[in-house]
């Protein structure tokens, strides 16, 4: 991971990473083959491509989850000795004829009390499943539909909540339907699947036999599953969008795909007023518009008669076409301006505020943190301030980090609750409470000579920040809110000018460099020193880490600041790009040598201590500045 992306989001991070290997444009082919409704049929030809195997390590190894073993007791670090060429010719051969090992089963506590069970393949699997996400991601992508907002590239929460608020506020939608599906990741129909994936033009047969084998992965200690996709598995939340995509575009045919006699142009964009609604409106078809983040959805009408018929025909059409079942109990019609909505994390409601030009009544939405957030968010934030108050002096600094990083994510998320002010203070009552009792020695008094960094004084006021053993703990309150935003709409990871939008970091890197380095990788050297000096190249912007000159092919070196014999590793830390002959006066011990290259050079003193520095690292001298021609 390079230094700009740290703070980037996975999902522009797995964007930039396709670039580094050069595997956008044959993403980008495919996205646009797939709108033009190709049919796919030697989709494992690609799947099987170095760069996408290279690709799939380099996302893996980037996810938290890749430390997590599955049934072999392996993890992310196994695979990292391995040379490259081992690597792409192991995962060739596992997908000749493809049979996963059993899936590791780990259940996770739920707020109910209940438990989610998630299935954690083993690492291989898991890569393997990556390559096949990467050449998938696209063609469904092209296929999928505008408000589908959970787990796909450039969408989020955000997105989701900014429709709901549009529908119910702008829109005049105060009839919601909310619909519960039983237990959907556990029942999902594995034939349906199929066939759903080649109705989208995935008809390579081998690929398709490779997930049914996926699908059907034995459990260990429970056996062989014969429906649902287990969460925990890299593809799977693709997968279940394949499913769901089918009520996307039923809901849409029951309104906004309606063909009418005449083409009308729509009066203002993202489609809430047009003149062909209006025309329709005229009808007895009823109006609708779903929202859904993966399996959590909600249908907009406007009349209760109208939410009530689609209330009952999309439980018998996710019963007879999908064969899912709905929560009787969570499942109901409300009426946004007499009752809550939940979504999310959120609950929401339409509150009076002024008369419309007409007369009638005016509604804004009001949202607040659902009362599960709120136990939630209490329960981590005591289980939080209990590691620090456990945690060893050593490692105590590290603790409080990640507590300020729960607190920046909370303020984050739930700042697109219009009351979240309030809500986060009620909440901080309760954990600083909880706080003052366990760490005593808890500060206002900011301690001398301590910087607070941009993201600490981004995220908490100055005075409401506590301070214990000289390190600062941010607040749960002072957050204000934040109303959520549309996608922009020419945002597209699979299109040059869509992606334009997303970064603009790299303008200094010369694209034809990185496609050298990713062909180009060094045979006798571990995969995890490939795909981190790719990663050390865009840090430092193609620029030699002393002289900041370009670095060219033919005259650039990947160096191990603490050299591999003395017990340097091939971690992105311990790795810098250093012109050839910056190489080699770092390493060379003869002093006429040095003299030579310190005249060819002509280093001045910052430089020289630059290498001094390095050479240390390395156990050579240092060069004395009196033997410089420059100093």
């Known amino acids: 991971m390079t230094t700009k992306n740290r703070n980037k989001s996975p999902k522009v991070r797995k964007l930039r990473n396709a670039e580094y290997y050069n595997f956008q444009r044959i993403q980008d082919n495919l996205y646009q083959q797939s709108k033009n409704n190709?049919?796919?049929?030697?989709?494992?030809?690609?799947?099987?491509?170095?760069?996408?195997?290279?690709?799939?390590?380099?996302?893996?190894?980037?996810?938290?989850?890749?430390?997590?073993?599955?049934?072999?007791?392996?993890?992310?670090?196994?695979?990292?000795?391995?040379?490259?060429?081992?690597?792409?010719?192991?995962?060739?051969?596992?997908?000749?004829?493809?049979?996963?090992?059993?899936?590791?089963?780990?259940?996770?506590?739920?707020?109910?009390?209940?438990?989610?069970?998630?299935?954690?393949?083993?690492?291989?699997?898991?890569?393997?499943?990556?390559?096949?996400?990467?050449?998938?991601?696209?063609?469904?992508?092209?296929?999928?539909?505008?408000r589908n907002n959970g787990f796909r590239p450039c969408r989020s929460t955000e997105h989701a909540m900014a429709q709901s608020y549009m529908y119910a506020q702008k829109s005049h939608l105060y009839f919601v339907v909310d619909i519960d599906i039983k237990g959907f990741f556990d029942n999902v129909n594995h034939a349906k699947l199929l066939k759903q994936m080649w109705t989208l033009g995935i008809r390579d047969k081998k690929l398709l036999s490779i997930i049914s084998v996926m699908l059907k992965a034995e459990i260990a200690e429970i056996g062989f599953?014969?429906?649902?996709?287990?969460?925990?598995?890299?593809?799977?939340?693709?997968?279940?969008?394949?499913?769901?995509?089918?009520?996307?575009?039923?809901?849409?045919?029951?309104?906004?795909?309606?063909?009418?006699?005449?083409?009308?142009?729509?009066?203002?964009?993202?489609?809430?007023?047009?003149?062909?609604?209006?025309?329709?409106?005229?009808?007895?078809?009823?109006?609708?518009?779903?929202?859904?983040?993966?399996?959590?959805?909600?249908?907009?009408?406007?009349?209760?008669?109208?939410?009530?018929?689609?209330?009952?025909?999309?439980?018998?059409?996710?019963?007879?076409?999908?064969n899912l079942d709905i929560s009787e109990e969570k499942s109901k019609v409300i009426d946004l301006r007499k009752q809550y909505s939940e979504y999310l994390g959120f609950k929401m409601k339409l509150?009076?505020?002024?008369?419309?030009?007409?007369?009638?009544?005016?509604?804004?939405?009001?949202?607040?943190?659902?009362?599960?957030?709120?136990?939630?968010?209490?329960?981590?934030?005591?289980?939080?301030?209990?590691?620090?108050?456990?945690?060893?002096?050593?490692?105590?600094?590290?603790?409080?980090?990640?507590?300020?990083?729960?607190?920046?994510?909370?303020?984050?998320?739930?700042?697109?609750?219009?009351?979240?002010?309030?809500?986060?203070?009620?909440?901080?009552?309760?954990?600083?409470?909880?706080?003052r009792i366990r760490l005593s020695e808890?500060?206002?008094?900011?301690?001398?000579?301590?910087?607070?960094?941009?993201?600490?004084?981004?995220?908490?006021?100055?005075?409401?920040?506590?301070?214990?053993?000289?390190?600062?703990?941010?607040?749960?309150?002072y957050v204000t809110h934040k109303s959520p935003m549309f996608k922009k709409v020419n945002i597209n990871k699979y299109t040059p000018e869509g992606r334009e939008e997303i970064h603009k970091k790299l303008e200094t890197v010369r694209p034809y460099m990185l496609i050298y380095l990713s062909k180009n990788y060094i045979p006798n050297k571990t995969i995890e020193y490939n795909d981190n000096r790719i990663s050390k190249y865009v840090a430092q912007q193609g620029k030699c880490k002393v002289t900041e000159s370009n670095l060219e092919i033919g005259?650039?070196?990947?160096?191990?600041?603490?050299?591999?014999?003395?017990?340097?590793?091939?971690?992105?830390?311990?790795?810098?790009?250093?012109?050839?002959?910056?190489?080699?006066?770092?390493?060379?011990?003869?002093?006429?040598?040095i003299a030579e290259y310190l005249r060819k050079l002509k280093l001045n003193k910052s430089k020289i201590n630059k290498i001094n520095l390095l050479r240390q690292k390395a156990k050579n001298n240092k060069i004395q500045l009196e033997s410089c021609v420059n100093k």
């Not at 249908?299 to 007879?320: G, H, S, V």
């Not at 301030?385 to 994510?409: C, L």
């Open 225 to 322: 599953p014969e429906k649902g996709t287990p969460q925990g598995g890299i593809i799977s939340p693709l997968l279940a969008n394949i499913v769901l995509n089918e009520l996307d575009w039923w809901i849409t045919s029951q309104w906004e795909n309606i063909p009418t006699r005449y083409s009308y142009k729509p009066a203002k964009e993202r489609g809430y007023a047009t003149y062909k609604f209006n025309a329709l409106r005229n009808t007895n078809l009823k109006e609708c518009y779903i929202v859904r983040y993966a399996d959590d959805f909600k249908i907009f009408c406007r009349t209760r008669k109208d939410a009530e018929n689609i209330f009952i025909a999309t439980k018998k059409w996710l019963k007879e076409r999908l």
């Open 555 to 593: 005259n650039m070196h990947c160096h191990h600041i603490i050299p591999v014999k003395f017990g340097g590793t091939d971690e992105y830390e311990n790795l810098i790009f250093v012109t050839k002959d910056i190489h080699k006066l770092i390493h060379i011990k003869d002093q006429k040598l």
């Open 351 to 435: 509150i009076p505020k002024g008369k419309m030009h007409k007369g009638t009544t005016k509604y804004i939405v009001k949202s607040k943190l659902s009362e599960k957030a709120r136990k939630k968010i209490i329960q981590e934030g005591k289980d939080y301030i209990k590691q620090i108050q456990h945690s060893e002096p050593t490692k105590q600094k590290q603790t409080i980090s990640k507590y300020n990083a729960y607190v920046m994510g909370v303020h984050n998320y739930y700042r697109m609750a219009t009351t979240v002010a309030n809500d986060l203070k009620e909440i901080a009552f309760v954990v600083d409470k909880n706080a």
């Open 38 to 146: 190709k049919i796919f049929k030697n989709l494992l030809e690609i799947i099987t491509m170095e760069e996408n195997i290279l690709l799939a390590y380099r996302n893996i190894k980037k996810n938290k989850g890749s430390h997590t073993a599955g049934t072999d007791k392996k993890t992310i670090d196994d695979i990292a000795n391995w040379g490259v060429k081992n690597l792409i010719e192991h995962i060739r051969k596992k997908l000749e004829w493809y049979q996963p090992k059993s899936v590791r089963r780990v259940e996770i506590p739920k707020a109910n009390g209940k438990v989610r069970a998630l299935g954690i393949p083993t690492i291989i699997d898991r890569i393997i499943q990556q390559c096949i996400l990467q050449v998938l991601e696209p063609i469904c992508e092209a296929k999928f539909f505008e």
């Open 442 to 477: 808890l500060s206002k008094i900011k301690p001398k000579n301590l910087v607070l960094n941009k993201a600490i004084k981004k995220y908490g006021k100055s005075k409401a920040i506590r301070y214990y053993n000289n390190q600062p703990i941010l607040p749960l309150s």
